[in-house]
């Protein structure tokens, strides 16, 4: 009996133990949910983008003060309705896709999504979504996340990028009209005034001539783009409104925005401005060597116009082929030069006039360049954009990269083009580049190498060896119709006294010669004459710029050499280049260059650049690659931030032409603080501060503008893996 007990105490034992167990563990999950609960609470409250909850008929069922912030709403306002009844419109196809997918998966992510409030205000998002378990039935949990400014930043580089391109071939097409500046002044003055009607989007651009004592004023031509008609003739007399003829005589641009209540023009005859509906002013100086000859003015009409820098920049282009107009009709005027009028100015006057042309663009130009192609790579590392996007930016790169080409050709043409010569043996160069022009020309062309013996070095770019047989061989291509071969080769040559005065052009001394020969169509007397000026060509209309042998012939000259060529019609031509001989010994071979971006190390880098976007731009590139940055938009902010952090900066990575000093001056102030301190200028123009006659001075590390993020980041690893500036 007693045993039947213990059995009967045991089994009630186990009993109460596995109940005590199972409310143990029953009590814990019940915690466990609990804390899970409020866990997902919390998460879905403090998201610092959009969520909420919606039943399977798209009824909200909870939303986020991310989501209220974002919507303008409260709550209170949202529980119970549907998107549509808020008010909020979205595609329908898109709703149905994603609903279709949430249903077949359970689950969407990243699909981008346009929102159109009831207000009309449109928001970009990346929507993501989970069919989830909610209070006992299933629910859709969404998270939006708003990428409305990254959509503007896009279509901002796209809008900028297709002005750009227009304010580019409009200004292509003012040079390539060469033989109107030189037949037709008046015609010139016309294109001038109505392209710049177009780049500024102004109403009225005229042209005034001052009298040589600056009592009057005439108009020499008006354009109006609202009747599409040209005018001249209206003259002022100067001593009306001193202060703005004063203003013009500083030889400053000009901005007003309103002409009535400006010092400078409120002088003005009224019945002139009023005549006219005339509000707001551009004016740029005309210059004839030292004396202002005249202005651009660029006249708004009917309200206020804030003139922007861009504006000005323009303008001043504009006006830089005024100039040239006036230059070539005053030298057409003069009896000393009119004989030989028309070589002199086919060649050296239009040389000036693209060097003037490149000069003076080539900075802003450079620097919007710089802008769109850093942010279309910025933008291009985002893991979120769509291939769509992608593919744009890639376009806008691209485009930006031919500009830039563009730009490189006139420099080399203008020998304003800044270089890094080296010492080099001419063959092992070529020999490099052969397997390279062999592809280029085609496998229907014989491509023949024949390098000298016992080449001399010379001295120059390596980068322009590269534009010269490129642009050789490009042309040999195209003159040659069908089956046919191309000879490059080089040689020790020498020219005494004697032989020059024999041979025209040629000059005394001992040089490297560089020869490519085809056998061609060939060309007449007449063609080889013109070959060397810009925007010449043989070739058939948009198969050629022009500007192939006039960028060769630039290098050429600013490398202390000459060209030679000899052609006739139906048996090819030969190109021989004339290269100093160098004194110095041949330098080390080039290396090959990485194809990605170096990254830092976390280094110090100070970087000054006086235009806003740039250095933003300059920063953020910085920064992706692993540098700590300093920027500052002047000297000034520079000296003060070197000031408080030299014994940390790394890297002085400059603007070369800024306000207030150059870069080199800052330079030399900056490294007097801490001499470990490495220099980096970069630059849009031919950064006169640092180059002598376009070429780098030894020691100093330039990047020319645009660059990109890759050029950038192996410029600086050089720069900081190199002895201090000293």
């Known amino acids: 009996m007693m045993f039947f007990l213990w059995i009967v105490i045991f089994i009630e034992s186990v009993s109460l133990l596995i109940s005590f167990m199972y409310i143990l563990k029953k009590r814990k999950r019940s915690l466990i949910e609990r804390q899970n609960a409020t866990l997902f609470k919390d998460m879905f409250e403090l998201a610092p983008y959009s969520c909420v909850l919606n039943s399977l008929d798209g009824r909200y069922l909870k939303v986020n003060q991310s989501y209220c912030d974002r919507m303008g ?34 689950e969407v992510f990243n699909v981008e999504i346009q929102l159109t409030q009831n207000n009309g205000q449109i928001i970009h998002s990346l929507f993501s979504s989970r069919i989830i378990e909610y209070n006992g039935e299933n629910v859709f949990l969404s998270m939006t996340v708003d990428i409305s400014d990254r959509k503007n930043v896009e279509r901002h580089l796209l809008e900028r990028e297709q002005k750009l391109i227009v304010q580019n071939e409009r200004l292509q097409n003012l040079l390539k009209n060469g033989a109107l500046f030189l037949n037709n002044f008046s015609g010139a003055v016309e294109q001038i005034t109505r392209t710049g009607s177009q780049l500024l989007e102004t109403p009225r651009v005229s042209v005034w001539i001052y009298s040589d004592d600056f009592q009057v004023i ?25 202060a703005y003829t004063d203003a013009h005589r500083q030889g400053i641009a000009i901005t007003v925005s309103d002409v009535y209540s400006d010092p400078r023009t409120k002088d003005i005859p009224e019945a002139y401005l009023k005549g006219h509906d005339i509000r707001s002013l551009l004016d740029v100086p005309i210059w004839m060597g030292e004396r202002i000859r005249g202005l651009l003015s660029f006249e708004f009409t009917g309200r206020e116009r804030v003139w922007t820098a861009e504006d000005e920049r323009i ?3 504009l006006a830089t082929f005024v100039t040239l107009g006036f230059e070539i009709d005053e030298r ?17 006057q239009k040389m000036e006039a693209v060097g003037r042309l490149a000069g003076g663009v080539a900075h802003d130009f450079n620097n919007m360049l710089t802008v769109i192609i850093g942010h279309s790579e910025i933008a291009a590392m985002s893991e979120q954009i769509t291939e769509d996007v992608a593919a744009d930016l890639e376009e806008i790169k691209k485009a930006a990269r031919r500009s830039a080409d563009l730009t490189g050709q006139l420099l080399a043409f203008a020998r304003k083009q800044t270089i890094d010569p080296r010492v080099l043996d001419l063959n092992l160069t070529v020999a490099g580049l052969i397997s390279m022009l062999r592809r280029l020309i085609g496998e229907d062309i014989d491509l023949a190498w024949m390098p000298g013996d016992a080449l001399w070095p010379v001295c120059m770019d390596p980068s322009q060896v590269d534009q010269i047989l490129v642009n050789l061989c490009v042309n040999a291509r195209d003159a040659i119709s069908g089956v046919g071969k191309i000879v490059i080769e080089t040689l020790n040559v020498v020219f005494d006294k004697t032989y020059c005065e024999e041979h025209f052009g040629f000059i005394e001394g001992s040089y490297v010669m560089l020869a490519v020969s085809d056998d061609g169509c060939g060309m007449t007397r007449e063609q080889l004459s013109h070959i060397f000026e810009p925007f010449f060509t043989t070739k058939d209309k948009g198969k050629g710029t022009g500007l192939g042998l006039a960028t060769l012939f630039g290098i050429v000259k600013q490398n202390n050499g000459f060209v030679n060529a000899y052609s006739e019609p139906g048996k090819g031509t030969t190109l021989r280049l004339y290269l100093p001989k160098s004194a110095e010994e041949i330098s080390e071979p080039l290396t090959s260059e990485p194809l990605t971006a170096l990254v830092g190390c976390g280094e110090v880098v100070l970087i000054v650049e006086d235009e806003p976007v740039i250095l933003s731009m300059g920063k953020i590139m910085l920064e992706k690659m692993n540098y700590k940055v300093l920027a500052a938009g002047s000297p000034s902010d520079a000296l003060k931030i070197a000031g408080e952090h030299a014994a940390d900066i790394d ?27 490495r220099c980096l200028y970069m630059s849009g123009y031919t950064a006169n501060a640092i180059v002598h006659r376009g070429v780098l001075d030894k020691g100093v590390h330039f990047v020319q503008k645009p660059f990109s993020i890759r050029t950038l980041s192996r410029k600086i690893r050089m720069v900081l893996d190199s002895e201090p500036d000293q």
């Not at 549907?82 to 359970?106: P, S």
């Not at 400059?654 to 001056?665: H, I, L, Q």
Request: charged content about 25%; hydrophobic content about 35%; proline content about 4%.
């Open 73 to 106: 709403v409260t709550p209170a306002e949202v529980i119970g309705k549907t998107m549509a009844e808020m008010g909020t419109v979205i595609d329908e196809n898109a709703v149905q896709k994603i609903r279709q997918q949430l249903m077949e998966k359970g």
């Open 218 to 242: 005439r108009c020499i031509d008006v354009y109006n783009s609202v009747t599409d008609t040209h005018s001249s003739g209206e003259e002022l007399q100067s001593s009306d409104f001193p």
């Open 315 to 317: 303008a001043h282009t």
């Open 332 to 348: 057409k005027r003069s009896d000393e030069q009119r004989d030989h009028l028309q070589s002199q100015l086919l060649q050296s």
């Open 651 to 677: 890297l002085l990575m400059t603007d070369v032409v800024m306000p207030e000093m150059n870069g080199k001056e800052l330079s030399e102030k900056i490294i007097a603080l801490n001499p470990s301190i």
